[in-house]
C-alpha cells in the first residue's frame, strides 16, 4: 500500500481507526493477534547447547583432551587400560564447562533483562485517552503522539503535524533533519527519502510535534525490510577486560614456558614421560588465567543487575568501570536536583506582587495557559493536568483563578507556534480572536531573554511604552524573586492585523507588551542534600548546570551544598566570553553553571577533561546529546528524558534522580574493588600451584599431584570462591576513598608482589604437607622419587593446595581484618566455602572416590596437619593486615 499517496482521510478509513478517540481495546487485540508485536526479529543467541560447546573451544582444554585420549590408547597398547583417569579429566571438564555455562547464562538473563527496562515507549490514543506504553505494543491503525526529542516508533501516516522536523538518517542515510508535513499528498512512485507525510520507525523526532496514523509494525515497516536491528546488540569488551585479556596473555605465556620447563625437568629426572606430560598440560590448564575476562563479565553483569533494581541502568558495561573513577558529576537542577514539581506562589507586575484572583492575575495566567501545551482534563470536577510539569503549574494556577485552559483554547483557537527551546528560552503562540484584532501572538519565556524584546508594559490594563523606570523596578523585582529560589516565567503578547505563518520568530517575537512575572517554587529532592555531602567526602565534586536564573541557581545550590560562594556561579553568557584556553585554567573555581544553554554543556565537558578530570553528566533533551556523548559517562533522564538522549547516554537513571548518580558511583567502586579481589584470589591460587609442582621437581622430588587433582583444585574448587567474592557488599568506607585513578592499573599500590607472596606462601605450605606425607606417613626417603607412589602424601598436598586456598579466600574480602568485617558477613563465601571443603574431604574419604582421584582416606592426625597448613594464610594475612593498619594509623 502506497499510504504517502492517500489523504488523511482515506488512510483513516483504509485502516478503520478514528484519530479523535484511537483504536478501542478489542481491535488492539484482535489486530495484535493478526499482524504481531511491533518488534524486529532479532538475530538469535546461541541456544544452550552451542553456548556448552563454544565452552570447549579453548586450546588448552582440546590440548588436555587429546592428552586423555593419548593416556587411553597408549594404556590400552601397554594391554593395561587404563579408563579411570581420562574419564574423570573429560568430567572434570565437563563440569567446569557447565558451570561457565550457568554463569554465562545468569549474565546474560541480566542484561537481556536491562534490555527491556531501557526498551522505548510510545504515546498512543486508545479508548479517547493518550497513554505510555511499550512500542512494541503498537498496531496498525493506532494514533501516535510524537514529541520533540522521541523515537518514531513504527511507520505513520501524519495527520496533524507542527514544525515537524525528523532524523531519518539510519534509513535514508540523509543525516539533516527533514522536514515533515501531514497536509500533502504524493505521488505513489516517490521514493522513501521525499515521503514527507509519513515518518518511519527508528527515525527520530528533532523539533516540533504531530500526530501518525500507524500504518506498519515490526518486520512490515521500512526498516524491517532491509531488516535493520533498533538496539545495538554487541557489547564491546570494557576496558578493563581488554586490560585483562593482555594481561592474560603474558601470565599465560609464562606459565606455558614453566610448564614446558617442568616437563623438561621432569623427562631430565627420569620421571614417567607420560605422566610428566598429563601434569604438564593440567598445570597449564590449571595455571593459564583464560577465565580472567570471563569472571569480569560476569561481575559487571550481575552489579549492572544490581544497580538497575535501584534505578540506575547500565546501557553500556565499560560504563561501570568509569563511574568508579568519576571525579565530577555534572547535574542538571530541574527534577534531578529538584523535585520538578512545580507550583506557582506569586505573580508580580511592574507594580510589585499581585493577587493571583484578581484581574491582573487572570489576565497574566490565562495568557501564560494559552501559550502552553499542557492538557487539562477533569475527573469528578477536580483538573488533572497532563505535560510538562512548568506547563502544569501554568495551567493549573490559571485554572484557580477561573481561566479554564479548554474553554480559553475555543475562544482563542492556536493557529501557530514556536515551541519552547531551552537554547531560545521562549516560546511563542498565535491565537485568532475575534473580539479584540484579528490575531495575539504571545510569548512566554525566561524574564532576562523576553524583556529584551518588549517596546511596552501592560499596566492599568492597558500597554503603555516601557521605560527605563519600569524596566529597573522589573529587573528588581525579578531578582528579589529569583533570590528566594523560585522558577520566574514571563510573559508578554502582541496584537497582529495580519498573520503570515512563514514569518519567521525574530519578526514575531519582537515590539511586545509585557504582562508581568509568574514565580513558582520546585523544592529540592529531600535525598540531594545528603548525596552532595557524600560526593564530597569521595573526592567527587558536584557541579550543577541549569537553564534557570543565576539567582534561583545559586540559592537552591546553596541551600545543597553544592556552593559555598556566590563566585562559585557563572551565566552562560560569561562562559561565551571566554576562551576555552581560559576556561580550561579557571573551570575548577565554579560550582553552578546558570543560564546555559545545551551547547555550552559540551564545552563545561571537555574543560573538565582537559583537567584530567573524569566527568559524569546528566541531560534530557534532543540538544544534550553531544554532551552526553562527550562525558565520560552520560546520564539520561529516565522519566523526563527524550529517546535521543536515552539514546546517546551510557546510564538511564530511572528515577531522573542525583542520589542515584552518587550510588552508582558507589557500586561503580564497589565491582572494581570486588573484580580486584577474584582476580587476586585466582592469580595468587594459580602461582601457588605451579609452584607447588615445579618446585617440587626442581629439587627432585616426585610429582606432589596429579593431573586430575590439579584439574580440580582449578576448574571446580577454586570457581564458587571467586565468583561469590563478586557479590560482596561494598565496603563501608569505600566512599570516603579517592577516585579510582584510571591511568593506575589494576596491579598497583604493590597487589602484584602481595600475589606472588602469597602465591609463594600457598606453594609452600602445599609442599609442606607433601615432604611431611612421604617422610612420616609414606615411610619414604623423598629421593626415591621414580620407584614408589607417595600416597599420603600427595593426598596431604591435594588437600592443602584446595583448603589453603579455601581459606585464602576470605583474605580477599577487605584489607581490615575478619574480627572487624565479621566472618560470616559474605553468606555467599561461607556457603562455597562449606560446599568446596565438603567435596574435598569427600574425594578423598570416599574410597571409589578416592581411588579416582589417586588418593588415599586420611587418618584424624593427618586431618589435623592439613587443617593446620591450611589455615595458615589466614593467620599470616591477618597479622600482615594487622600491621599495616597499625602503620597507616601511626
Ligand atoms: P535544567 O533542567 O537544565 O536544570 P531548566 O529546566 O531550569 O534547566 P530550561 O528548561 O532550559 O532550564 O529553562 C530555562 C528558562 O526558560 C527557565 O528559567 C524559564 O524561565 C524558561 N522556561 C522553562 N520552561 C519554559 C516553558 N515551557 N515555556 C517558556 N519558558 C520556559
Given at each position: 500500500m502506497h499510504w504517502h499517496s492517500l489523504s488523511i482521510e482515506e488512510t483513516i478509513r483504509e485502516l478503520k481507526?478514528?484519530?479523535?478517540?484511537?483504536?478501542s481495546q478489542n481491535d488492539v487485540k484482535e489486530r495484535q493477534k493478526q499482524y504481531?508485536?511491533?518488534i524486529l526479529e532479532a538475530k538469535k543467541g546461541k541456544n544452550l547447547l552451542q553456548k556448552f560447546i563454544a565452552q570447549f573451544a579453548d586450546f588448552m582444554i582440546i590440548v588436555l583432551i587429546c592428552a586423555a585420549i593419548v593416556s587411553l590408547a597408549v594404556s590400552y597398547m601397554d594391554g593395561n587400560p587404563d579408563f579411570v583417569d581420562p574419564v574423570i579429566i573429560l568430567m572434570i571438564i565437563f563440569l567446569n564447562a557447565f558451570l561457565g555455562v550457568l554463569q554465562e547464562s545468569r549474565a546474560e538473563k541480566a542484561l537481556e533483562a536491562l534490555k527491556k527496562m531501557a526498551a522505548p515507549t510510545a504515546h498512543v490514543l486508545r479508548e479517547s485517552r493518550v497513554s505510555e506504553i511499550p512500542s512494541s505494543e503498537l498496531v496498525p491503525g493506532d494514533v501516535v503522539i510524537l514529541e520533540t526529542g522521541c523515537f518514531v516508533p513504527a511507520d505513520c501516516r501524519l495527520v496533524h503535524s507542527v514544525n515537524l522536523k525528523v532524523e531519518e538518517a539510519s534509513l535514508t542515510g540523509e543525516s539533516h533533519p527533514v522536514e515533515k508535513s501531514a497536509n500533502v499528498r504524493l505521488l505513489p512512485e516517490t521514493n522513501l527519502a521525499d515521503r514527507k507525510n509519513m515518518v518511519m520507525a527508528t527515525s527520530t523526532v528533532l523539533y516540533g510535534r504531530g500526530v501518525g496514523v500507524v500504518t506498519a509494525t515490526g518486520m512490515n515497516t521500512q526498516v524491517g525490510h532491509i531488516a535493520r536491528m533498533i538496539m545495538e546488540d554487541d557489547t564491546p569488551d570494557t576496558p578493563l577486560q581488554k586490560r585483562l585479556a593482555k594481561t592474560g596473555k603474558v601470565l599465560g605465556i609464562s606459565a606455558l614456558i614453566i610448564c614446558i620447563m617442568v616437563f623438561l625437568v621432569g623427562i631430565y629426572k627420569k620421571l614417567p614421560p607420560f605422566d610428566m606430560f598429563m601434569t604438564s598440560v593440567s598445570l597449564a590448564v590449571a595455571a593459564i588465567p583464560e577465565g580472567l575476562p570471563a569472571i569480569v563479565t560476569i561481575m559487571l553483569s550481575l552489579g549492572v543487575q544490581r544497580m538497575a533494581k535501584k534505578n540506575a541502568v547500565i546501557r553500556k558495561l565499560p560504563a561501570v568501570e568509569t563511574l568508579g573513577s568519576a571525579t565530577v558529576i555534572c547535574s542538571d537542577k530541574t527534577g534531578t536536583l529538584t523535585q520538578n514539581v512545580m507550583t506557582v506562589t506569586e505573580i508580580a507586575s511592574v507594580n510589585g506582587k499581585e493577587e493571583m484572583k484578581s484581574d491582573f492575575g487572570f489576565f497574566l495566567l490565562s495568557h501564560a495557559a494559552l501559550c502552553s501545551d499542557s492538557i487539562l482534563q477533569t475527573e469528578n470536577s477536580l483538573p488533572v493536568i497532563s505535560g510538562e510539569p512548568t506547563e502544569k503549574a501554568l495551567v493549573l494556577a490559571a485554572y484557580n483563578t477561573g481561566a479554564d485552559k479548554n474553554q480559553l483554547d475555543l475562544a482563542y483557537p492556536r493557529i501557530y507556534e514556536i515551541p519552547f527551546d531551552s537554547a531560545r528560552k521562549l516560546m511563542t503562540t498565535v491565537h485568532k480572536s475575534s473580539e479584540i484584532t484579528a490575531y495575539r501572538s504571545i510569548t512566554k519565556g525566561a524574564y532576562d531573554v523576553l524583556i529584551e524584546r518588549c517596546t511596552h508594559i501592560y499596566k492599568d490594563g492597558k500597554p503603555h511604552p516601557l521605560s527605563v523606570r519600569d524596566k529597573n523596578k522589573l529587573n528588581s523585582i525579578n531578582n528579589t524573586m529569583t533570590g528566594r529560589a523560585l522558577r520566574v516565567i514571563a510573559v508578554a503578547y502582541k496584537n497582529l492585523s495580519r498573520f503570515n505563518p512563514t514569518t519567521d520568530a525574530s519578526s514575531l517575537e519582537k515590539d511586545l507588551i509585557f504582562i508581568g512575572l509568574i514565580g513558582m517554587i520546585d523544592p529540592p529532592r529531600k535525598e540531594v542534600k545528603e548525596a552532595v555531602r557524600v560526593c564530597k567526602q569521595a573526592g567527587i565534586k558536584p557541579v550543577m548546570i541549569t537553564g534557570d536564573h543565576i539567582l534561583t541557581a545559586q540559592a537552591i545550590a546553596k541551600d545543597l551544598g553544592i556552593l559555598t560562594n556566590p563566585a562559585e556561579a557563572i551565566t552562560g553568557e560569561e562562559l561565551s566570553r571566554i576562551s576555552d584556553e581560559r576556561l580550561n585554567d579557571t573551570i575548577s573555581r565554579y560550582s553552578v553553571f546558570a543560564r546555559v544553554s545545551p551547547e555550552h554543556k559540551v564545552r563545561i565537558v571537555k574543560a573538565y577533561q582537559n583537567r584530567g578530570e573524569v566527568v559524569a553528566m546528566t541531560g534530557d533533551g534532543v540538544n544534550d546529546a553531544p554532551a552526553l556523548k562527550a562525558a565520560d559517562i552520560g546520564c539520561a533522564m529516565g522519566i523526563s528524558g527524550t529517546d535521543v538522549a536515552k539514546k546517546a547516554s551510557d546510564m538511564i537513571l530511572t528515577d531522573d534522580n542525583f542520589a542515584t548518580i552518587v550510588y552508582a558511583v558507589q557500586e561503580g567502586r564497589g565491582i572494581y574493588e570486588n573484580i580486584k579481589k577474584a582476580i587476586h584470589f585466582l592469580l595468587s591460587s594459580n602461582i601457588g600451584e605451579i609452584l607447588t609442582i615445579f618446585a617440587a621437581i626442581l629439587f627432585g622430588l616426585p610429582s606432589p599431584l596429579v593431573a586430575v587433582q590439579l584439574l580440580w583444585v582449578n576448574l571446580?574448587?577454586?570457581s564458587l570462591p571467586a565468583i561469590s567474592l563478586g557479590?560482596?557488599?561494598?565496603?563501608?568506607d569505600i566512599m570516603k576513598r579517592k577516585p579510582i585513578s584510571p591511568k593506575k592499573g589494576m596491579f598497583a599500590d604493590g597487589l602484584a608482589l602481595q600475589i606472588v607472596i602469597e602465591g609463594i606462601l600457598i606453594g609452600s605450605l602445599a609442599l609442606t604437607a607433601f615432604v611431611i606425607g612421604v617422610r612420616?606417613?609414606?615411610?619414604?626417603?623423598?629421593?626415591?622419587?621414580?620407584?614408589?607412589?607417595?600416597w599420603v602424601g600427595r593426598t596431604m598436598a591435594f588437600s592443602v593446595l584446595s583448603l589453603s586456598q579455601l581459606f585464602h579466600s576470605f583474605n580477599m574480602r577487605s584489607h581490615r581484618s575478619l574480627s572487624e568485617i565479621g566472618i560470616f558477613t559474605n553468606k555467599k563465601l561461607v556457603i562455597s566455602f562449606l560446599i568446596c571443603s565438603l567435596l574435598q574431604i569427600s574425594v578423598v574419604s570416599v574410597p571409589p572416590l578416592a581411588r579416582v582421584f589417586q588418593v588415599v582416606p586420611l587418618s584424624i592426625r593427618q586431618w589435623a596437619i592439613v587443617l593446620m597448613l591450611s589455615m595458615a594464610p589466614i593467620v599470616v594475612v591477618e597479622l600482615q593486615k594487622k600491621f599495616n593498619n597499625k602503620r597507616h594509623s601511626s
Open positions: 481507526t478514528d484519530i479523535n478517540k484511537g483504536l504481531g508485536k511491533n571446580v574448587t577454586d557479590v560482596e557488599p561494598a565496603p563501608k612420616y606417613y609414606d615411610h619414604h626417603s623423598l629421593h626415591e622419587s621414580n620407584t614408589f607412589i607417595p
